[in-house]
C-alpha cells in the first residue's frame, strides 16, 4: 500500500499522484491540509524521508514569511508546532511507500518508490512526456 500527504490544489501533487495510480497502485490519499498534522506524525515522515523541518518547511504560497518562519535561527521546535498550526507550510507531496518515504518534488521522484513503472508513455499535467512509450523514463 501506498500513502501520499496530498495537497490537491499543487500541480506537483496532482502528478505524483496521477503516477501512482497510472501504475496500477494501490493508494491511500490524505488530505493534510483538511486532515492536518500531529507533530509525532511530522517527526516520523520526516525521520523516514531523511529531512529536517526547515528542509520540509514550504516558503512560498504560504505564511511562512509572516510568520517570521524564514529566519534560520527558529528552531525545528518552532517549525513544527508552526507546521501542526498551518498545515499549508509542509512541502508537499509526501509519499510513503514499502521502499521508503520521500519529498517527491519534483514529482517524477515517486518513480524511485514505486514497485513497477507505469506503462508509457506518461506525461505531466503540463505535456512534459516523463516516460515514453517504450516505458524508458525520460
Same mark, same amino acid.
Given at each position: 500500500?501506498?500513502?501520499?500527504?496530498?495537497?490537491?490544489?499543487?500541480?506537483? @501533487?496532482?502528478?505524483?499522484?496521477?503516477?501512482?495510480?497510472?501504475?496500477?497502485?494501490? +493508494?491511500? +490519499?490524505?488530505?493534510?491540509?483538511?486532515?492536518?498534522?500531529? /507533530? @509525532?506524525?511530522?517527526?516520523?515522515?520526516?525521520?523516514?524521508?531523511?529531512?529536517?523541518?526547515?528542509?520540509?518547511?514550504?516558503?512560498? #504560497?504560504?505564511?511562512?514569511?509572516?510568520?517570521?518562519?524564514?529566519?534560520?535561527?527558529?528552531?525545528?521546535?518552532?517549525?513544527?508546532?508552526?507546521?501542526?498550526?498551518?498545515?499549508?507550510?509542509?512541502?508537499?507531496?509526501?509519499?510513503?511507500?514499502? /521502499?521508503? +518515504? /520521500?519529498?517527491?518534488?519534483?514529482?517524477?521522484?515517486?518513480?524511485?518508490?514505486?514497485?513497477?513503472?507505469?506503462?508509457?508513455?506518461?506525461? #505531466?499535467?503540463?505535456? #512534459?512526456?516523463?516516460?515514453?512509450? @517504450?516505458? /524508458?523514463?525520460?
Amino acid at each position: 500500500m501506498i500513502v501520499i500527504h496530498h495537497n490537491p490544489d499543487c500541480g506537483t @501533487s496532482r502528478n505524483a499522484l496521477a503516477f501512482l495510480r497510472a501504475g496500477r497502485e494501490e +493508494v491511500v +490519499v490524505i488530505d493534510y491540509l483538511t486532515e492536518g498534522w500531529t /507533530r @509525532s506524525q511530522l517527526l516520523g515522515l520526516f525521520a523516514a524521508a531523511g529531512l529536517t523541518p526547515r528542509e520540509a518547511l514550504r516558503t512560498s #504560497k504560504t505564511p511562512a514569511a509572516e510568520l517570521g518562519l524564514l529566519d534560520e535561527a527558529v528552531s525545528d521546535d518552532a517549525l513544527l508546532d508552526a507546521m501542526v498550526a498551518h498545515p499549508v507550510l509542509v512541502n508537499r507531496p509526501i509519499v510513503c511507500t514499502p /521502499r521508503g +518515504v /520521500r519529498l517527491c518534488r519534483p514529482s517524477e521522484a515517486v518513480f524511485d518508490l514505486m514497485e513497477t513503472l507505469p506503462p508509457g508513455p506518461v506525461c #505531466k499535467e503540463d505535456g #512534459k512526456m516523463v516516460i515514453d512509450a @517504450s516505458g /524508458r523514463r525520460l
